[in-house]
């Protein structure tokens, strides 16, 4: 799905809408200095026929007394024959030092948030309304519906985005009811729960500050309330929200506003979106984006502080940077993404998955080499299982670091350091050898367990996995695989593009985990998945499934299953 997606369009769709989106809204900041997404051109008022006041550069100011401070870009998208694919229209937010009238902007600001009545949801209207008039007009005109329109801003900007789109079924002719809303850093948010995608940090003192469009005594400080067009859970790590002297989170607080910057949102929003789980996530899921200057990397881990205002719940997604970092997850389920740069990562516990990109990477276990059981699937995958059960799933890993009990009878502790290889773990000269397992390859495997605590791992083709023995792991890979065991306490993981396997033998002591499958959800019920297929049960979970033959859907347990 991923967190961006709008009206469920798709992952690439959504995609593609947001990179449009963050370039337009940033194209509104520096009309003249910032490069423009693929095929976009700006609009010009001859274009238009329009008759307001514009900018040297092509821009377009407000129109009404008291909104002349509001700036407005239109560009168009040509195919490379020159043909009009579609519209843009772009609000800036409140300029800076070097805007004519950031004061006027300020003012517009304070009268959304206090009043009079509906200036905030006027406000396009107020600001531009023969602009959109124009635009509506030029669009129908050359054969361009409103869905072929996208609409974005940042922060006040963003405010004229949801403006729009509360105004759109009533004004323009209806025109705009049906065009793309993508707004940054909005303080408002439109009625119509679905119309807008309001992209926000959940510690921008200025994303959803407004109860919809009203300034309530929440608004002054911690105002985290979930909103249904909102991303509610995605957070800005930078080094104010990592301080041991955080202040008391308002709005009032200038230290609080390191998060709003327009250029912050898309360092931090252009990762989330090349990120190896994007499809994994949702609106709601939680993700920590670091944003951490260069000199606070070394020394700060990138974790969930428990700073919000409402409490994440579900899957924990962690992304790092291109220079060195450090990733810290929970006892819950983490996915951990470090790309470039030599990083360290660190887990508490649970079902996870660790991607260390390039560099030279390091696990820090925290506890005795003792406590984990390790296997190597042979393709560069390295699994650890804690001693709970909690199982990571981690590559470009190249080494680990235990903590070993030292001299004193334990009261000192040591760290010891290994290199991973495929062979095991490698401590100077010694070689620590992974658990027992049977690799397959790119091809049809037929693999059989020889020993109680097995690993099995089918990896491509359609494998038959077989085992008589207890506590074996089964992780078939890609491909239809086939799954027979009749010992107890098994393990069947699946990952990724698992295909449609079938368990042959399953018990009620066994333990089936999905662990980075697109569609497992964020409710972690399995009922959601099962249904009864003549004698068996099926799990389907997004476009694969797993049959349990001979299984029926009463005989099955939740408590074994998990959704990570």
Do not use: C
């Given at each position: ?10 992952s690439e769709a ?8 963050i370039?337009?809204t940033?194209?509104a900041y ?9 095929g ?8 238009l026929?329009?008759?307001?006041t ?6 377009f100011f407000g129109?009404?007394?008291?909104f002349?401070?509001?700036?407005a870009e239109?560009l168009?998208r ?7 694919l ?6 800036r ?7 004519s009238?950031?004061?006027g902007d ?6 959304a ?7 905030a949801?006027?406000?396009a ?14 669009a129908?005109s050359q054969?361009l ?16 985005v949801?403006?729009?789109?509360e105004?759109?079924?009533d004004?323009?002719?209806g ?7 993508v707004?940054?850093?909005s303080?408002?948010?439109?009625s119509?729960g679905?119309?807008?995608l309001?992209?926000g940090y ?7 500050v ?8 929440s608004?002054?400080y911690k105002?985290d309330?979930?909103q249904a ?11 104010h ?16 506003w ?27 899921s939680?993700?920590f ?8 990397r070394?020394s700060?881990?990138?974790?969930d502080?428990?700073?919000s205002?409402e ?5 924990t997604?962690i ?5 060195n ?14 790309r ?7 887990d508490?516990g649970?079902?996870?998955i ?6 030279h ?7 005795p080499l003792?406590n984990?059981?390790l296997a190597?699937?042979?393709?560069g995958?390295?699994y ?7 199982i ?5 890993i190249?080494?680990?670091v235990s903590?070993e009990?030292?001299?004193l ?6 760290d010891v350091?290994?290199s991973?290889?495929?062979?095991g773990l ?7 050898r992974?658990?027992?397992s049977?690799n397959?390859d790119a091809y049809?495997?037929s ?7 097995d690993?099995?791992?089918g990896?491509?083709?359609?494998d038959?996995?077989?085992s ?5 792991t089964?992780?078939g890979?890609?491909g239809?695989?086939v ?7 098994n393990t069947f ?10 368990i042959?033998g ?9 662990m ?5 959800g964020?409710g ?6 099962a ?8 799990l389907?979970?997004g ?9 029926g859907?009463d005989?099955?347990s939740?408590?074994g299953?998990?959704?990570?």
């Open positions: 799905m991923g967190v961006f997606d709008y009206r469920n369009f798709g959504g995609k593609a809408l947001y990179s449009d989106a370039a337009l940033l194209y520096t009309p003249t200095g910032q490069p423009l997404a693929s976009w051109t700006p609009v010009t008022a001859g274009q026929g329009y008759q307001g514009v900018g040297a550069q092509g821009t129109e009404q007394a008291g002349t401070s509001a700036e239109v168009a040509y195919d490379g024959a020159g043909k009009l579609g519209l843009g229209i772009a609000f937010g409140t300029g800076g030092l070097g805007y009238d950031t004061y300020m003012k517009n600001n304070l009268l948030a206090v009043g009079p009545t509906d200036y949801k006027n406000y209207k107020s600001a531009f309304d023969t602009l959109l008039k124009d635009v509506a007009a030029f129908t054969g519906s409103a869905r072929d329109v996208l609409i974005s801003g940042h922060s006040l900007g963003g405010l004229g949801n403006s729009v789109a105004l759109s079924r004004h323009w002719g025109f705009y009811k049906d065009a793309n809303y707004s940054f850093a303080p408002t948010q439109s119509p679905t119309q807008v309001n992209i959940e510690n921008d003192p200025v994303f959803r407004l109860d919809g469009t009203t300034f309530t005594a608004s002054l105002h309330q979930p067009s909102a991303t509610n859970n995605l957070v800005n790590f930078n080094d929200y990592a301080s041991t002297q955080m202040t008391p989170f308002s709005i009032a607080n200038p230290s609080h390191a998060a709003h910057g327009s250029l912050g949102y898309a360092d931090g929003l252009n990762r989330v979106i090349d990120s190896a789980f994007y499809d994994l996530t949702h609106k709601d939680t993700i984006v670091s944003t951490l200057s260069e000199s606070a070394g700060t881990w990138i974790e502080l428990g700073r205002g409490a994440h719940t579900g899957s997604f992304i790092g940077t291109d220079s970092d450090l990733l810290r997850g929970g006892k819950g389920n983490d996915f951990l993404e470090g470039d740069g030599n990083d360290s990562f660190r508490g649970g079902f996870n660790l991607l260390g990109g390039q560099g990477n390091l696990l820090e276990l925290q506890q003792q984990f059981n190597h699937d042979g393709d995958t390295l650890l299982r804690d001693s709970y059960g909690g990571s799933l981690t590559r470009d190249d080494a680990l903590k009990s030292g001299a009878w334990g009261m000192f502790n040591k350091n290994y991973v290889t495929d062979q490698l401590n100077g000269t010694d070689l620590t992974y658990n027992h049977l397959g049809g495997n693999l059989v367990a020889s020993a109680d605590g690993w099995l791992f990896l491509s083709g359609n038959h996995l077989q008589d023995k207890q506590q074996v089964f992780v890979g890609e239809n695989d799954m027979s065991a009749s010992g107890a306490n993981l699946f990952s990724g593009a698992f295909g449609f396997d079938a042959n399953y018990q009620g002591g066994d333990k089936l985990v999905f980075g499958v697109q569609g497992a964020q972690y019920d399995y009922s959601q998945h249904s009864q297929s003549g004698s068996d049960t099926l389907k979970v476009d694969y499934a797993v049959t349990l033959v001979g299984v859907l005989n099955l939740g408590a299953i998990v959704f990570a």
